[in-house]
């Protein structure tokens, strides 16, 4: 059975930064592209990051410089660290997983999260200003 569990949310004040871990279970062979997505009450999941088992990472615009996903395959757990971070930023972070190359290519899914296939229960990231 594939498990995947996020850790490392919480509470902090704009400018601080956090660590996201999630680490996964059940899988064989190395994943394709791991993702992260944020969601808030009332609006659509929206994609944050993704690394591919190449390690190409594609980011939303809006993180770009303050965020950074790394990881993947040698421990099956990837990490997004967040810098400088924004009221903007609260949500639920949800992990994901797209265990084989399907026929979107990783940097591409931040906008088609039905690619994965697997996801965790989240982590909440509440940034106050």
């Known amino acids: 059975q594939v498990q995947v569990v996020e850790s490392g949310g919480g509470s902090v004040q704009a400018g601080g930064s956090l660590r996201l871990s999630c680490s996964t279970s059940g899988l064989y062979g190395d994943i394709y592209c791991m993702g992260w997505f944020r969601q808030v009450p009332g609006k659509e999941r929206e994609g944050v990051a993704s690394?591919?088992?190449?390690?190409?990472?594609t980011y939303l615009d809006t993180v770009k410089g303050r965020f950074a996903i790394s990881g993947i395959n040698a421990k099956n757990t990837v990490y997004l660290q967040m810098n400088t971070l924004e009221p903007e930023d609260t949500g639920m972070y949800f992990c994901?997983?797209?265990?084989?190359?399907?026929?979107?290519?990783?940097?591409?899914?931040?906008?088609?999260?039905?690619?994965?296939?697997?996801w965790g229960q989240g982590t909440q990231v509440t940034v106050s200003s």
């Open positions: 994901a997983v797209y265990p084989r190359y399907s026929g979107t290519w990783c940097s591409d899914t931040l906008t088609v999260p039905s690619v994965y296939n697997y």
């Open positions: 690394i591919s088992s190449g390690g190409r990472t």
